[in-house]
């Protein structure tokens, strides 16, 4: 079993649909929790990072729930430009080592 | 502010020819710092990762090795290439348990 599983995907969604991405993590030592974004052929770039009383910035929602070991980001009003893999991030203290899922690709059509 | 930069951005090498990939981060000390490897259509896989110079740590048994000659300098290295270390290669920073931050990413073809 993978340390963190995400929705396989491909979300294919029209414009200003809301979009929600689930993530399992199975350590339970795990400290702390980030989305990242990438785009095709680029590096990932960190989102947003999620707490454990949910954060929000602009559309986007993240949410942590401990107990259940669970993660997701919600994403309001989805435009053209949020089409990328969006990839969940879990981290131990473990020399800063993060553990990324496969990522799940979203689509966007207008 | 800090930045990290990373180079070639393109690479294509025989087989069997060595490689030498480097990686700076500017704008921070004792940088915790990684390398990882992305195959077409798959998640990043973590090859090495560093807490401070001379250390190194390997998560997966492979024919690259990684050095840290100076606290803000990291490199990956090959002395001989395969056709599976074919991929997009990614060196990333971060303080402690802080968010990493990429670089732009070598695309390595081996032919």
């Known amino acids: 079993r993978k340390e963190v599983e995400q929705d396989p995907g491909p979300f294919n969604v029209p414009e200003g649909a809301t979009v929600a991405f689930n993530c399992t993590y199975s350590n339970s030592a795990s400290q702390s929790f980030f989305w990242y974004r990438q785009d095709c052929r680029k590096e990932p770039k960190l989102l947003m990072s999620?707490?454990?009383s949910g954060n929000e910035d602009g559309r986007f929602t993240a949410q942590l729930n401990r107990a259940s070991q669970y993660i997701s980001l919600l994403i309001r009003d989805s435009k053209l430009s949020d089409s990328a893999t969006y990839l969940c991030?879990?981290?131990?203290?473990?020399?800063?080592?993060?553990?990324f899922g496969q990522g799940t690709e979203l689509s966007v059509k207008p | 502010s800090q930045t990290i930069h990373q180079w070639p951005a393109t690479l294509v090498q025989p087989v069997g020819s060595p490689l030498s990939l480097e990686c700076t981060v500017e704008?921070?000390?004792?940088?915790?710092l990684y390398w990882y490897r992305q195959a077409a259509g798959r998640g990043l896989q973590l090859l090495f990762y560093?807490?401070?110079?001379?250390?190194i740590s390997s998560e997966v048994p492979q024919n690259l090795s990684a050095s840290r000659p100076q606290d803000r300098q990291f490199i990956l290295s090959s002395k001989k290439l395969l056709l599976s270390d074919s991929g997009f290669y990614l060196c990333?920073?971060?303080?402690?348990?802080?968010?990493?931050?990429f670089g732009d990413g070598t695309r390595l073809s081996i032919l």
């Open positions: 560093s807490v401070g110079i001379g250390q």
């Open positions: 999620v707490y454990s």
């Open positions: 991030v879990v981290t131990h203290n473990q020399g800063g080592k993060l553990i």
């Open positions: 704008g921070t000390s004792n940088p915790n």
């Open positions: 990333a920073w971060a303080d402690s348990n802080q968010p990493q931050h």
